[in-house]
Structures are given as structure tokens and as C-alpha cells.
């Protein structure tokens, strides 16, 4: 289960901005009973939030068959991240990439 929040915004001639964002939700709540790091010892309550992500992407296109299109993604994990795949550390990833496309 999630939500989703997309918007396109045409910012000037040529360049558009898309924002999403998205909360990701487990339908049940993971057990913990075998995890090493993620359990109750270490005063860790499973939820099902699983994490949150924010995606970016910016669209260049100043001729019809040439555009540069950049993402930006940023994910939160949330405590039903943590405990699926049992980690203590390392919260967050980031991703970046440019693309540069040329139709002929």
C-alpha cells in the first residue's frame, strides 16, 4: 500500500519539473523474533511504515528531438525497512543521473 503525489510544472519554454513523493506502507507488520540487530532487545517496535521516498526529475528539451533529462531521488527507510532486512545502520539512499537523448 502507498500514496503517491505527482506534479508537473512547465517552468519556462523547454523546461519542466516533476516532483513525486511517495509513502510506502506494509499491509502487515514484520515479525522480529529471528533478527540479530532489529529486534526488542535493542528497544526496536516494528511498524508497517516502510519508508518515504522524494523522486525529481528536471526535463531540458530546447530543440523537438533533443532533451538532457536529470533525476534526483532521495529514500527514507522506515522501521519496517529496517526490520525486513535487519540493519542497525544506513537510513537513506540517494540516487542521481542525467540522461542525454538524441532522436533522429
Not at 513523493?21 to 506494509?26: G, L, M
Amino acid at each position: 500500500m502507498f500514496l503517491v503525489l505527482e506534479v508537473e510544472y512547465q517552468f519556462a519554454r523547454g523546461i519542466s519539473i516533476e516532483p513525486q513523493y511517495y509513502i510506502f506502507r506494509t499491509h502487515k507488520t514484520p515479525a522480529i523474533n529471528y533478527n540479530q540487530f532489529f529486534n526488542r532487545e535493542h528497544f526496536k517496535n516494528p511498524t508497517s511504515y516502510f519508508g518515504s521516498e522524494w523522486n525529481f526529475r528536471i526535463v531540458y528539451k530546447p530543440w523537438v528531438n533533443f532533451s538532457i533529462k536529470m533525476n534526483f531521488a532521495y529514500f527514507n527507510a522506515g522501521e519496517a525497512y529496517k526490520t525486513i532486512y535487519d540493519i542497525k545502520n544506513g537510513d537513506s539512499l540517494r540516487e542521481y543521473s542525467i540522461f542525454i537523448q538524441q532522436k533522429f
